[in-house]
């Protein structure tokens, strides 16, 4: 919810949710695992119910007509900030500004939006910040449909796009951004955005966000942004606004909605920066819906734990798997060769997560007969969940992605992706061996 103070709000009109709970207790700045069960949700609003209801209505009545008219000025810009009262529920209703409030706590964020998935955040937050002409600087690989979207959709359009390898060093991205102004240039345009994914998918390459910061602090002399998709290891294991990034990217598909049970998605960052995309979220829709969001705030009490869990699961299966003969390597944040990589995690990772990559000794086939055989891990894509999942991203989510930028990007034949959950470590690594066995 907005924190817009107006002098002029008669006290008495029914607010659409409550001021925020205080973050602090005398000076003690509270823990966001402490403020997912309350910020932001007064249950004396609401009956004394515990829980928040889930406000099932398309809109809601306004106490006068100057108090709707206010609203409007807020939901249409003239007043910055957004709307101070509930008004419509494409453009906000209370479950989702509670979600809102309590996405932000993990990233340290001043504001965020839900969205019905991952793929609407970023396709929204794209669209709100490219113009005819622009140019996307962004890293790679990126999630498949990001990538089809900026060089397929945004490219309609007229915006155009670079990009870098994940692990660029700063001489290589200062490069990359004189070839993006001149491109802008040349068509009349600006670089819009430094988008980045990191670790990348299914690699687990990371980007140095700090690096691209001061890049972009030295190339540009406007207002650029730097956003991040940070699902594999966010909220959790990496604070990409603390390293410089304006704007985290999240499919709350993923860890955070963590139970394998709904689709959505979500931006955080400073006001400045979301303000266009709630405009343009207000225009097209795409705000979550009621019922997911009322999901996620229960999976957001125990999205720490879950995390914990799972990452502490990961460790003792990859050290398994590490010495295994029937693998050839892994690519677990865990366990990095690359000096350069290992740098960056120290600076920018709080932790390895829980998603990596196997590399078997042998292709595509080799790799069949081990997730055909896998008995409590289940052969699914997405990640993130209570559950362990496995699959084959060469020709599963990565198989639009043509062939010569497959190898490229070290998507290999032999590569099986693993999103560890929260079952019996002992049970997974039986499991692994198992499998591994019948290759
Ligand atoms: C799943 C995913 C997305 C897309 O999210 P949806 O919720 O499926 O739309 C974007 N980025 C990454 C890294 C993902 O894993």
């Not at 107006?6 to 659409?16: A, E, F, G, L």
């Not at 979207?149 to 155009?160: E, N, S, T």
């Amino acid at each position: 919810m907005s924190d817009n103070q107006n002098d002029n709000i008669d006290p008495t009109s029914p607010r659409k949710a409550p001021k925020p709970e205080p973050k602090k207790i005398k000076g003690r700045e509270l823990k966001p695992s402490t403020l997912m069960m309350g910020h932001g949700y007064d249950p004396t609003l609401s009956e004394g119910s515990l829980k928040p209801p889930i406000f099932l209505t398309s809109t809601f009545a306004f106490p006068s007509a100057a108090d709707g008219k206010r609203h409007f000025e807020g939901i249409t810009g003239k007043r910055p900030g957004g709307a101070d009262g509930l008004v419509y529920s494409r453009f906000n209703a209370p479950n989702q500004e509670i979600l809102e409030d309590r996405l932000a706590i993990w990233d340290g964020a001043e504001d965020a939006l839900s969205f019905s998935s991952g793929m609407t955040a970023i396709c929204v937050l794209m669209l709100a910040y490219a113009s005819q002409g622009d140019v996307i600087v962004h890293s790679g690989p990126l999630y498949a449909a990001s990538e089809g979207f900026i060089a397929k959709v945004l490219a309609k359009f007229g915006v155009q796009y670079v990009d870098f390898a994940a692990g660029a060093t700063r001489e290589e991205i200062d490069a990359v951004l004189e070839k993006a102004k001149t491109m802008a240039s040349d068509a009349g345009g600006k670089v819009c955005m430094l988008y980045l994914e990191s670790p990348g998918n299914p690699t687990n390459a990371l980007v140095d966000i700090e690096a691209v910061r001061d890049a972009r602090d030295a190339a540009l002399d406007w207002s650029c942004p730097i956003a991040i998709d940070n699902t594999f290891l966010g909220p959790l294991w990496q604070r990409p606004l603390d390293h410089g990034a304006d704007i985290v990217v999240y499919s709350l598909t993923k860890y955070v909605g963590g139970h394998s049970d709904l689709v959505a998605g979500s931006i955080a960052g400073a006001k400045k920066w979301m303000d266009p995309v709630r405009a343009l979220r207000n225009t097209m829709g795409g705000i979550c819906d009621p019922n997911t969001a009322w999901m996620l705030l229960r999976s957001l009490e125990t999205v720490e734990l879950r995390m914990q869990r799972a990452g502490e699961n990961a460790i003792k299966v990859c050290k398994f798997l590490a010495g295994h003969e029937k693998v050839e390597g892994l690519g677990y944040l865990g366990m990095i060769k690359d000096a350069r990589q290992q740098d960056i995690y120290e600076r920018h990772c709080l932790g390895a997560g829980s998603t990596f990559s196997v590399f078997i000794k042998g292709g595509e086939a080799e790799c069949f007969r081990f997730l055909d055989n896998l008995k409590i891990a289940k052969l699914a894509v997405s990640l993130g969940g209570t559950e362990t999942l496995a699959s084959h991203p060469a020709s599963m989510t990565h198989l639009s992605v043509a062939e010569g930028r497959r190898t490229e990007l070290g998507i290999s034949d032999n590569l099986v992706r693993i999103s560890i959950g929260i079952e019996d470590a002992d049970d997974l690594i039986a499991d692994f061996a198992q499998a591994l066995e019948t290759v």
